[in-house]
């Protein structure tokens, strides 16, 4: 579900993991991704992406080997509620102007 709403409906189509793994960029890059950014909560990844992608950066996904440790602290249920709440947020206030994306930053 997570992806689906990820690629469809948020449109980051041609991303196939936005969770998991690093996200690099030049300074220029940076600087016009953080300046933004609304989100500083599960889903901001996601934002950051985004973002990108309507400043039509080019956005690369190079495999990281991952290995996953026992005794993790994350609680699913909040966790999937703040993920929806964030993509909502996404969706409704980018797409209705309230979010605005400076191009010039």
């Not at 989100?39 to 080997?65: C, H, S, T």
């Amino acid at each position: 579900m997570n992806n689906f709403i990820v690629r469809n409906l948020i449109g980051l189509h041609d991303i196939k993991d936005t969770q998991c793994g690093f996200k690099l960029f030049d300074r220029v890059a940076a600087k016009k991704i953080f300046s933004n950014l609304h989100l500083a909560r599960w889903a901001f990844d996601v934002e950051m992406l985004y973002i990108a992608k309507q400043l039509n950066m080019g956005i690369a996904e190079i495999p990281v080997r991952w290995k996953e440790i026992e005794g993790s602290k994350l609680s699913i249920v909040p966790a999937t509620i703040s993920f929806f709440r964030d993509y909502f947020a996404i969706l409704t206030y980018y797409n209705t102007g309230i979010w605005q994306i400076l191009k010039n930053n």
